[in-house]
């Protein structure tokens, strides 16, 4: 009996170590993925996940398994700006929003713990907004998103881990929006911003490149014009997969199209299926683009894809 009871705790602990090792995120939509170059491994915040809840939970991913890192800090929100800082080794996240809050906050991820920074984002409570760190600068940017009014916005901001400035951008301007993508593009040195959501009701195909503090609009026609996720591709300059065509009514889109720099290639083979307010990240050490959960007619997903220049992979 006593050998009997030693081998059953012994299977038993097997269990629960082989449960939780393979343990991932909850369904959800409209989380918040960016790489941490340092730990070398994707994060993943927050999101609305199911039964009108959100999450607060962080959590790593470095190609082969997921991490639950935290789930104190911040509070659950949806659609916040969340941005690994290089010059500072940290990972930076602002604003976000619940169904009754608009958060104003900002909080650092060391890789250990979640510190609350004492300033709040100048600009007000913003959600939906675009941001990304320019290695050139050093600094992050913050462009437009939605306040707490619920009005679209097109300013620019910028981060240097204690200051926060206005840049004065010119040339002509990218139109307000929310959802736009926008990330650093180490071969021209430059930020790129894409696409988007402007009022009333319109999906925005459109690339500009911030050139300094002016504004350049580079290209408009992507195929297929639907409000998805993008990341950084290997071998080209970004990927835009899914999202959703149209408001009223709404129908969702499986399409993966890649900007090469130049002009849209449309990828054809076996990809993901249609879903909108998913994310994705992508890994500049494993050279793979990551795309997680996402919503499909009304349901949060929790699947996991891997784009490694060439195919696409679930994991």
């Known amino acids: 009996m006593k050998w009997l009871l030693r081998n059953g705790l012994c299977f038993s602990l097997l269990i629960v170590l082989s449960v939780l ?36 939970e962080l959590w790593s991913y470095n190609g082969k398994e997921w991490k639950l890192l935290s789930n104190n800090g911040p ?3 949806e659609d916040a700006m ?30 250990q713990a979640w510190k609350k920074n004492a300033l709040s984002i100048p600009f007000g409570a913003r959600d939906h907004a675009s941001a990304a760190y320019d290695a050139t600068l050093k600094k992050i940017l913050v462009f437009g998103g939605m306040n707490s009014s619920y009005a679209f916005t097109n300013d620019l901001w910028s981060w240097n881990g204690t200051t926060w400035e206005q840049v004065p951008a010119t040339g002509e301007l990218p ?19 894409f696409g988007g959501f402007t009022q009333p009701n319109r999906i925005l195909n459109d690339i500009w490149e911030l050139d300094g503090l002016t504004w350049k609009k580079i290209n408009e026609t992507m195929p297929g014009n639907a409000l998805g996720a993008v990341a950084p591709a290997p071998g080209f300059s970004f990927m835009a997969f899914g999202g959703a065509i149209g408001a009223n009514p709404r129908s969702l889109y499986d399409g993966c199209n890649i900007w090469d720099g130049k002009s849209w290639i449309t990828y054809e083979g076996a990809k993901p299926p249609k ?17 997680f959960g996402g919503n499909s007619d009304g349901k949060p997903m929790n699947d996991l894809w891997e784009w490694d220049g060439k195919t696409w992979t679930r994991k």
């Open 21 to 56: 090792s393979h343990a991932q995120p909850s369904p959800r939509n409209m989380h918040s993925m960016t790489y941490d170059l340092k730990a070398k491994h994707i994060l993943l915040f927050g999101g609305a996940i199911e039964n009108d809840q959100y999450s607060n």
């Open 75 to 77: 509070e659950a929100r």
């Open 82 to 111: 969340l941005v690994y800082d290089a010059e500072r080794n940290k990972t930076w996240l602002f604003g976000g929003r619940t169904n009754t809050t608009h958060f104003t906050d900002c909080w650092e991820w060391d890789g």
């Open 275 to 291: 879903r909108f307010m998913h994310a994705m990240a992508y890994d500049p050490v494993q050279k793979k683009t990551y795309l």
């Open 175 to 193: 139109a307000a929006r929310i959802s736009a993508a926008m990330h650093y593009n180490i071969t021209r040195g430059r930020i790129t911003l």
